[in-house]
Every structure is written in structure tokens, then in C-alpha cells.
């Protein structure tokens, strides 16, 4: 059993940054593929990016070069770092785990942290 805990949200202006962290539970959290997804009002949940557990990543195009996923085995800890915020970046972000392998559809994850909100809005 995996239990996920999001932080970092908040309201930020266009152009500005936010980092995201998930604290994860379990003594298997290295071996996870780590995913971060997204839910915007009206608009199914869509991954952002994953990284796997020896360090490879996947982004989304509409985050690739503004968004970094990176993972602290150590502290059993992923976070995203998002610079160059927009305001379609706008959404309820989910962290997610799975046992290995590299999937990009959320009913693909067997674990969800709670969400946390961004916003970024003038």
C-alpha cells in the first residue's frame, strides 16, 4: 500500500513558478513509475509528466521545457517544479503511482495523493 501526500499549490501570476512536492509512503517507493497529472473544471485528467524509477521522464508537449519532474528516492519524494506559469496551467494537480512500467492514462495508476490546487491568474 502506497499512501501520497501533495504540497506546494497556490495562486500565482502568469510567467511565475510554483513547485510541487508528493511525499510517498512505502518501503518499495524506488521501484514506483511516479506520475504527475492534472484536472482542469470541465476537462478529463491528463498527465503532465511521469518519471520512472531509474530516472526517465515524460512530459506532456504543452509543459515540455517549463515543467521538471525529479524524484528523491532517498526521501521517498517527487516533485514538479513548473517555471514560466500560464493560465491554462490552471487545475487541480494529482500525484500518482504504479508499480513500474510506463503508462500515460490515469486508470493506469493504483495510487492517488489528494490533490492540490494552482492557479494562475493577474
Known amino acids: 500500500q502506497v499512501q501520497l501526500v501533495e504540497s506546494g499549490g497556490g495562486l500565482v501570476q502568469p510567467g511565475g513558478s510554483l513547485r510541487l512536492s508528493c511525499a510517498a509512503s512505502?518501503?518499495?517507493?524506488?521501484?514506483?513509475?511516479m506520475g504527475w497529472f492534472r484536472q482542469a473544471p470541465g476537462k478529463e485528467r491528463e498527465l503532465v509528466a511521469l518519471?520512472?524509477?531509474?530516472?526517465?521522464?515524460y512530459y506532456t508537449d504543452s509543459v515540455k521545457g517549463r515543467f521538471t519532474i525529479s524524484r528523491g528516492n532517498a526521501k521517498n519524494t517527487v516533485s514538479l517544479q513548473m517555471n514560466s506559469l500560464k493560465p491554462e496551467d490552471t487545475a487541480v494537480y494529482y500525484c500518482?503511482?504504479?508499480?513500474?512500467?510506463?503508462?500515460?492514462?490515469?486508470?493506469?495508476?493504483?495510487?492517488w495523493g489528494q490533490g492540490t490546487q494552482v492557479t494562475v491568474s493577474s
Open positions: 500518482a503511482a504504479r508499480s513500474g512500467g510506463v503508462y500515460y492514462t490515469s486508470t493506469r495508476y493504483d495510487y
Open positions: 518519471i520512472m524509477s531509474g530516472g526517465n521522464t
Open positions: 512505502g518501503r518499495t517507493f524506488s521501484t514506483y513509475t
